[in-house]
């Protein structure tokens, strides 16, 4: 059910966004004294699990998936709970919406009127943020999951030493997020694993043998309690 109310007043922490993904491999290392590819994504999802809260900016260039997300950023936490915005291509016009999400219920308020009251199951349908610290199906399991991972080089990312790491990553969390061929069930992607902790701290898709198209930020910290 729909409802008009006021800016709801507790907004644990989250929002939107951010389409997320990971690697794993056989036993390719980048060369020199970089660290295996494989270890690093499998210490990071280690990391990952520790998680109570990521803040997120995403940003997808080109052609936009199912959902028209252009950008979004926020706070997710692993309770569901949390707040950001989004912002959606429609017909080459960026309209955003403010999106928090608390008490059971889902909150938006686009560029004019007051805020609309979705119930969880009405707002998960249109965008759930919070799949990407869901244990079943989150970040953690793309990690564990992904294959032909290669430290490529060290390169700072945000201010945190980092490896960059190419790898094949399932597409089942970021599905509506990007344009994918029909049954595309795997991607290819740049992950940026911190040096010490080791969190996922961003994915880049990549096209055509280089790095480009869609564009990914994930800061990853701990609950702050």
Sequence with gaps: ???????????????????????????CSGG????????????AARQMEGVQSVE????VEGRTGALSIRRAGGLVAATGEGQGAV??????????????IA??????????????????????????PARFLDPDRGLVVLL???????TERAEPVDG???YIVAAEVDTSLVADLLPLEAGQKRLPAELWVGANPPYLRRVRRRGDGRAAGHRYRADARRDRR
């Excluded at 997120?56 to 940003?59: A, G, K, N, V």
């Excluded at 564990?144 to 290669?150: H, L």
């Design 144 to 150: 564990e999951g992904a294959g032909e991972a290669e």
């Design 1 to 27: 059910m729909m409802g008009d109310r006021g800016r709801p007043g507790r907004a644990t922490s989250l929002m939107a966004a951010a389409a997320v993904v990971a690697t794993v491999l056989a036993s």
């Design 160 to 162: 945190h030493d980092a």
């Design 87 to 100: 912002s959606l291509d429609a017909g080459g016009r960026l309209v955003e919406y403010r999106v928090v």
């Design 103 to 128: 008490g059971g219920s889902y909150f938006i308020r686009g560029p004019t009127g007051g805020w609309i009251e979705l119930s969880r199951e009405q707002g998960a349908d249109l965008y759930d």
């Design 56 to 59: 997120f900016d995403l940003e």
């Design 32 to 43: 020199g004294n970089l660290p295996d590819g494989s270890e690093l994504l499998r210490t």
